[in-house]
């Protein structure tokens, strides 16, 4: 998941973090799917999308992440704006294959 800009002022999403900006993305799709994941430290929620990530070289179309319009307090901070899970769709929050 990633923080998204569509956030508002009482999101808890630190100001001094980059979000992302669905409206800067051609490829961006909207999966109109309500998206939570709960830690320790508190919670996120936001909805699903899929876009093309590319990352270290490598790029995957249509992949399936959150964007994130609210997280509890101390869940992010700055350089941080979201996590990335890689491990077993099996035990992915949203059920999407992993990056």
Do not use: C, H, R
């Not at 964007?67 to 307090?73: G, L, M, P």
């Amino acid at each position: 998941w990633v923080a998204s800009t569509g956030s508002s002022s009482n999101s808890n999403i630190p100001a001094d973090i980059a979000t992302f900006n669905e409206q800067k993305s051609s490829t961006f799709k909207s999966l109109n799917q309500s998206f939570t994941i709960t830690y320790d430290s508190g919670e996120a929620q936001g909805t699903l999308a899929q876009d093309t990530v590319q990352m270290a070289g490598f790029e995957v179309d249509a992949q399936v992440f959150a964007t994130v319009s609210q997280v509890s307090s101390n869940v992010l901070s700055g350089p941080v704006s979201g996590l990335m899970g890689l491990a077993w769709q099996l035990i992915a929050s949203s059920g999407a294959v992993p990056f």
